[in-house]
């Protein structure tokens, strides 16, 4: 095998050995709900839960536009 091909293989290992350190696992945390339940309360521990919001809209949001030519 030629020295450009040990050379390339080296660079293309550590480039693939390189990406795998950064990869970041997916941890399952516990979901705690405190807001209107006093102490902390544990809903899900490491499980999947279905979780509800209501959106709410900021104050002074633009809620409409307009397009025209700049002069």
Partial sequence: ??????VLRF??????????????????PSINAQAGTGASTTICSGQCV???????PPPNSTTS????AVS
């Fill in 50 to 56: 279905n979780l509800t919001a209501t959106v709410v």
């Fill in 1 to 6: 095998m030629s020295h450009l091909k040990i």
């Fill in 11 to 28: 660079f293309v290992a550590i480039f693939f050995l390189q990406a795998s350190v950064y990869a970041q696992v997916c941890p399952a």
């Fill in 65 to 68: 536009y307009s397009v025209g």
